[in-house]
């Protein structure tokens, strides 16, 4: 079993939590992801490995609220265990020297940049972050990526902090302003097909890890499907990451659509057993 060592909500709709798995804290890389399941009903909920303690055994993830079994996640307490955590899964990043590298994280996506920035950075790239998101109270991670960063940059849809804007704008003032060698980004897929838009036009190789809907994480279900470079490939054992260029993120988006109505109606029946059992 996996004991839940700190479980705390850092905004309205994310959550951090730091899991007791010492094989998983052992044998991860940047890139690489768990599959958790939060009790012996629930779905299996992919999450990337933000950072990991190797001493003390443990793993840190960070989900966003947006289901029945990210809520009932939310819900865990200190002390409490998880039914299932398997890992780890995926590719790890292809991590070089590669000159410059600059890491975009939007959202969520933060939290899987979050090893990668670390990994060029010790790699000996000079190291440029770029996190955003919708507004300040949705913003993680930005001092831990300060202390690991050559310059870190910070911006929010609504100016509530940082600079006004999207991540790609600054991203386009770097790539207009000097060479980068590589571009990593992890976040909405309509932020990383903007950046991979983006990038084309610079012929900056890209990176980006995709969140495809997965299901057992082995390649198995097919669930995770995604087409890249006219070719079908399975984000939990191809993946999760991608040459930018080549990936199809139309149909992703599409394919990321599929279970929004199913999960409404079981998010919406969760929440209202909820209330009925605390009589309210």
């Known amino acids: 079993m996996y004991t839940i060592i700190q479980n705390t909500k850092i905004s309205t709709n994310v959550g951090k939590i730091v899991i007791e798995a010492p094989y998983i804290a052992q044998h991860r890389k940047a890139g690489q992801f768990v599959i958790i399941i939060v009790d012996e009903v629930g779905e299996r909920i992919p999450l990337t490995i933000a950072d990991a303690d190797k001493e003390k055994g443990t793993i840190t993830l960070y989900y966003q609220i947006v289901g029945t079994s990210t809520h009932k996640l939310s819900l865990k307490k200190e002390g409490e265990e998880l039914y299932n955590v398997a890992g780890p899964l995926g590719h790890p990043t292809d991590i070089h020297n590669y000159g410059t590298a600059v890491c975009v994280g939007g959202g969520i996506g933060i939290a899987a940049v979050n090893p990668i920035a670390v990994a060029m950075k010790e790699a000996g790239n000079y190291c440029i972050n770029i996190i955003g998101a919708r507004n300040k109270e ?15 940059i910070v911006t929010t849809d609504d100016g509530s902090y940082g600079i006004k804007g999207f991540v790609t704008d600054e991203l386009k003032k770097i790539l207009d302003s000097r060479k980068v060698d590589i571009v990593v980004a992890v976040g909405p897929v309509p932020m990383m097909k903007a950046v991979s838009e983006l990038t084309r036009t610079y012929n900056v190789k890209t990176l980006v890890s995709l969140n495809s809907i997965m299901v057992d994480g082995t390649g198995m279900c097919g669930g995770c499907r995604v087409t890249v470079d006219g070719k079908k490939q399975f984000t939990c054992v191809d993946g999760p990451e991608f040459d930018a260029h080549l990936v199809d993120f139309d149909e992703l988006m599409k394919r990321l659509n599929t279970y929004k109505d199913q999960e409404k109606e079981s998010f919406e ?12």
Request: with cysteine; aromatic share 4%.
């Open 138 to 152: 949705l913003l993680i991670l930005e001092q831990e990526l300060k202390v690991k960063s050559d310059q870190i």
């Open 269 to 280: 029946k969760h929440t209202c057993q909820l209330e009925k059992y605390h009589g309210r």
